[in-house]
């Protein structure tokens, strides 16, 4: 990539890389770190083309956030259906994320139109990282 000066490096995280997770915290001590590397290597490679950045997903319809739900039902004594209701609840447009939400993100990243975007943390989350940034 440095060689041709052109090049996209992403990164996919977690929202628990801007807000920590109690029950994870070696996770979010993690992907903190994660954003530290990001930042450094955008500043690294700028100048020969190559473009670093991450995104850090949320709550996401996918096999792992299924799976999760009814873990986490489980422990609690609660329906499925009840504990997916409350975690919709707490992100602000009132739905999980779709995996091509994320991926819409992503190429966008890599692509052309984000030339002047490098160094990001970028959340897509639905709004639920409460920080102004």
């Known amino acids: ?13 977690s929202l628990a890389a801007k807000q920590p997770i109690d029950l994870l915290t070696i996770s979010s001590t993690l992907r903190a770190g994660l954003s530290a590397l990001t930042r450094t290597m955008a500043s690294q490679f700028a100048r020969d083309g190559v473009l670093v950045n991450a995104v850090l997903p949320g709550h996401v319809f996918t096999d792992r956030q299924v799976h999760l739900n009814e873990v986490r039902s489980r422990e609690e004594g609660v329906s499925v259906e009840d504990y997916a209701a409350r975690v919709r609840s707490t992100i602000p447009l009132g739905r999980y994320g779709e995996p091509r939400e994320i991926g819409d993100v992503v190429a966008f990243l890599c692509s ?13 989350d639905g709004g639920v990282i409460q920080s102004t940034f």
Not at 112 to 124: D, F, P, W
């Open 1 to 13: 990539m440095r060689q041709r000066k052109w090049g996209r490096i992403v990164y996919l995280t």
């Open 112 to 124: 052309e139109r984000a030339s002047y975007v490098t160094g990001v943390s970028l959340q897509v």
